[in-house]
């Protein structure tokens, strides 16, 4: 894929159908992260696509390019590659560094995507500001934290209160666990269970 600005990203695409799911990593990881997942998504009917953030994995900067400071470009990227291949609704998917992307790129796509599930997203890093576009969302979201996750709790609760949409959810979990983490720990079940009641409600599957 090539985002907006030139920087070529690739990712891992699993499954088929007009109903499909862009998974953006955190900042310690990289597209496979959410293979797991995605080949879930695949058995349940929908086209996946992993991502691998420019500087991660196999998406190389471009010369010149700043690692970390336009997930938003490159999630945006992927809705359109899959929208390319024929997928008419699309659920975007962050961890962390993914859900800043996720959050940002869900607020200024047009046409507007289903929805956004943000899982431990900072609001704000990397020349990227969450906090200012979650007023602009548009589409649903589910906001999944867990409690003692310190540097994200309070953030994360104060992005869910100034969303303006009634189609708003705020998931806490027990622990501490970050990002796609959570889905290696005690709370995999229930982020799992909220994650696919989420994609199901907002872009079922054909």
Known sequence: M?????????????????????????GNKNLCSWIPFAKLLAGRGYMALALDFRGYGHSDLMPGAVKQTKADLDVAAGVAELRHRGVQRVIIIGA???????????????PKV??????????ACCSMDAAA???????????????????????IK???????????????????????????????QQLGVAMLTFIATYAPAA
């Open 114 to 123: 289903q929805g956004v599930v943000q899982i431990s997203g900072p609001a």
């Open 158 to 188: 104060k992005m869910y209160a100034d969303t303006k949409v009634a189609e708003k959810k705020l998931l806490e979990l027990e622990g501490s666990d970050h990002g796609t983490d959570i889905l290696d720990g005690d709370n995999a």
């Open 96 to 110: 962390s560094l993914g859900a800043l992307g996720a959050v940002i790129a869900a607020a200024t796509i047009e």
């Open 133 to 155: 576009a979650v007023p602009k969302l548009r589409v649903p979201i589910l906001y999944v934290v867990s409690k003692e996750d310190a540097e994200v709790f309070e953030p």
């Open 2 to 26: 090539t985002a907006s600005d030139g920087q070529k990203i690739f990712g891992a695409l699993v499954g088929s159908g007009t109903a499909g799911v862009v998974l953006g990593h955190q």
